[in-house]
């Protein structure tokens, strides 16, 4: 099985019965339900997998959940890793990776508060510290929302040069600014996944992977249509289905995530739970205005793929 495959990675929710513990088995259909597309799996991620609010162990009872129900289908990437101290960032690596993971989805450093860049040498000693430590294949996040800055495109290319094993980078910085020079920078030899939906198909088109898809738990048919007619070299199809993904991704991200799209998921019948305290799920209008954009784009209970 590839480590990095190009294709649609899901962004998993993760799914809480009401007295806050994990839905095991809405968690286990929703895994079942992603590997039948194929897509591979970012288990507990900070923002739709709710990782931020969760206790270690909670974290490792998803990874042992995923690791038993779709082992061998589908990739398994374990999330829920950082940003917190380099020793500690590397122990839950290592754990992860002994467990089975497919792969290790980490950030980089964010001790101070999240508008604070951290400086360049602190990030460096990281990244070299973090990779020499653990050999397992890694998936690094690019994610300014969740650490404060971009990780320097230069400094990517050298470690991904340096280290075989950082398969790839988990991109979040929307600006093509950045987007251009990165997948110029690592398109030969190391994977780069789109978080910013809206960027997906310039990503596909300048040699990134694939996208890592906050809609996939919710519509997976309409991203599978989007790649496979892109793969096809049909550009109509691929504008279609990617113009109603766009929808979709607006109005999940109006009412942000998970709880925008766990209330998706549950409008459609699936198994999206409740979010965990202090999120909330949204409110009458935004439920009816998440309803709605469904319907526009054709997706009703009891009848999404």
């Known amino acids: 099985m590839a480590i990095a495959p190009a294709g649609v990675q899901a962004a998993c929710v993760t799914p809480f019965n009401r007295d806050g513990s994990i839905d095991e088995g809405a968690f286990a259909a929703q895994l079942e339900r992603m590997a039948s597309f194929g897509f ?27 690791l038993k129900c779709v082992k061998g289908k589908v990739p398994i990437i374990a999330c829920g890793i950082g940003p917190t101290d380099t020793g500690y960032t ?40 973090f990779l020499d430590k653990v050999h397992y294949p890694i998936h690094l996040a690019n994610n300014p929302f969740i650490i404060g800055y971009s990780i320097p495109v230069d400094l990517l290319a050298k470690a991904t040069a340096r280290y075989p094993h950082l398969v790839s980078i988990v991109n979040a910085d929307g600006a093509m600014g950045y987007v251009v020079p990165l997948l110029r920078a690592l398109r030969s030899k190391t994977a780069v996944y789109e978080v910013m939906t809206p960027n997906a198909i310039s990503s596909l088109m300048l ?8 809609e996939a738990p919710v519509a997976p048919h309409l991203w599978k249509a989007a790649y496979d007619a892109y793969r096809a070299g049909d550009l109509s199809q ?61 997706l009703h209970k009891g009848t999404a793929s």
């Not at 709710?50 to 990874?63: G, L, V």
């Not at 980089?108 to 400086?119: F, I």
Request: charged share 20%; with cysteine; net charge negative.
């Open 40 to 66: 591979g799996l970012f288990i507990c991620l900070v923002g739709t997998g709710e990782a931020q609010i969760m206790r270690d162990s909670e974290i490792r009872r998803t990874w042992e959940i995923a």
């Open 238 to 298: 691929t504008s279609d289905a990617f113009a109603k993904i766009l929808k979709l991704h607006d109005v999940l991200v109006k009412y942000q995530h998970p709880t925008g799209v766990k209330a998706a998921m549950n409008a459609l019948g699936l198994p999206g739970g409740y979010p965990r305290r202090p999120f909330l799920s949204p409110d009458d209008t935004g439920l009816q205005e998440i309803r709605a954009v469904l319907d526009e784009i054709g």
């Open 207 to 214: 040699g990134g992977q694939g996208p890592l898809s906050i």
């Open 90 to 129: 590397i122990k839950l690596a290592n754990e992860a990776g002994a467990m089975g993971a497919d792969g290790v989805y980490v950030y980089a450093p964010r001790p101070m508060p999240a508008p604070v860049p951290q400086p360049r040498r602190e990030v460096e000693q990281f990244l070299m510290e």
